[in-house]
């Protein structure tokens, strides 16, 4: 059984940062590609980021250079680092994994992903 767990968000200022974490049971997480994803009230669920097998990763336009994903293969999870944050990223923040490992490829779109965690709150507020 595949269990994702973020943690990591909370309420700071636009321009702070935050780190959250995806943490998994039932599977060894350097196998798999791992995408973050967030949805904000009224929108779809959309890709900013994913790392691959082989740590090639991907950031969305609206991300880049504020968002850095990384492997942290002894604590079997997985990282997002926001820096500069604004009013625009506040969402829920997922992190997911596809049904199969060894991808040395990722994609930023939820279809290609089965497994998901429940989420973490990120708001930016004054």
């Known amino acids: 059984q595949v269990q994702l767990v973020e943690s990591g968000g909370g309420l700071v200022q636009p321009g702070g940062s935050l780190r959250l974490s995806c943490a998994a049971s039932?599977?060894?997480?350097?196998?798999?590609?791992i995408g973050w994803f967030r949805q904000a009230p009224g929108k779809e669920r959309e890709g900013v980021s994913c790392i691959s097998r082989s740590s090639r990763t991907w950031y969305a336009d609206s991300v880049k250079g504020r968002f850095t994903i990384s492997r942290d293969n002894a604590k079997n999870t997985v990282h997002l680092q926001i820096d500069t944050l604004e009013p625009e990223d506040t969402a829920i923040y997922y992190c997911?994994?596809?049904?199969?490992?060894?991808?040395?490829?990722?994609?930023?779109?939820?279809?290609?992903?089965?497994?998901w965690g429940q989420g973490t709150q990120v708001t930016v507020s004054s």
């Open positions: 997911a994994a596809p049904r199969r490992s060894g991808s040395y490829s990722c994609s930023g779109m939820p279809y290609e992903y089965t497994y």
């Open positions: 039932g599977v060894t997480l350097d196998y798999y590609a």
